[in-house]
């Protein structure tokens, strides 16, 4: 019986380590995404911000 629960204990704690790396995985590609959205909003919406990517006035 002891021993059952040490195994379950130690299989509780190595999962623990994926499910962080899970999170930072997640929460990265999240923050990637709204940066990209808001990166190409900016370029098609602010004709400042579009002169100065592409060289030319936004029309």
Do not use: C, K
């Not at 995985?25 to 002169?51: D, K, Q, T």
Request: hydrophobic share 50%; net charge negative.
């Amino acid at each position: 019986m002891n021993q059952n629960f040490q195994a379950i204990v130690q299989e509780t704690t190595e999962d623990n380590s994926s499910n962080y790396q899970t999170f930072l995985l997640s929460g990265a590609l999240i923050f990637f995404n709204v940066f990209v959205m808001l990166f190409v909003g900016l370029y098609w919406m602010n004709p400042v911000m579009h002169e100065f990517i592409s060289g030319r006035p936004l029309l």
